[in-house]
């Protein structure tokens, strides 16, 4: 039963895929706590069944939103920086809306491995975008690749 649902109580399998087919891969819903049902009304709160999947990012929050609208992408000029993708922190009022480097040469180097997996986890990591020299294969792209692994909620 493990391997078919990913569950270790019967019946625990709430949703096959709460994606519904907008990842390469189906992710599952999985309740093993309780029986309560997941259709319920909280205060505040829509029900489980209301629930929209995005593949990507939301940026909903005001102070977000606004924030980002400031705040234009980071554009590398044409260079990979999967060797230095840690080497960043965000852009600021006073950087003109780019990336600032760290100060600390120690605190920089790449954040993934060839195969895509994170050395080690960082406050903030950039990666290559339309802006880099690189193409979609860079091991640098990660977030934006998509769900390769088994996942479930």
């Not at 205060?43 to 609208?69: D, N």
């Amino acid at each position: 039963m493990i391997v078919e649902t990913g569950c270790t109580v019967p019946g625990a399998e709430i949703s096959s895929d709460v994606a519904a087919g907008k990842e390469t891969r189906p992710i599952p819903i999985i309740n093993e706590v309780d029986e309560e049902p997941l259709n319920i009304h909280l205060p505040g709160r829509s029900a489980i069944t209301e629930f929209e999947y995005l593949p990507q990012v939301a940026w909903r929050h005001a102070r977000v939103v606004q924030q980002r609208k400031r705040i234009p992408l980071a554009d590398w000029g044409g260079r990979c920086i999967a060797q230095e993708a840690c080497s960043w922190l965000p852009a600021n009022d006073l950087s003109g809306g780019k990336p600032v480097r760290r100060e600390d040469d120690k605190s920089g180097g790449p954040a993934y491995n060839a195969q895509r997996f994170l050395l080690y986890a960082r406050d903030c990591i950039f990666e290559c975008n339309d802006t880099s020299g690189c193409d979609s294969t860079c091991f640098n792209r990660v977030v934006g690749r998509g769900i390769h692994l088994p996942l479930q909620v």
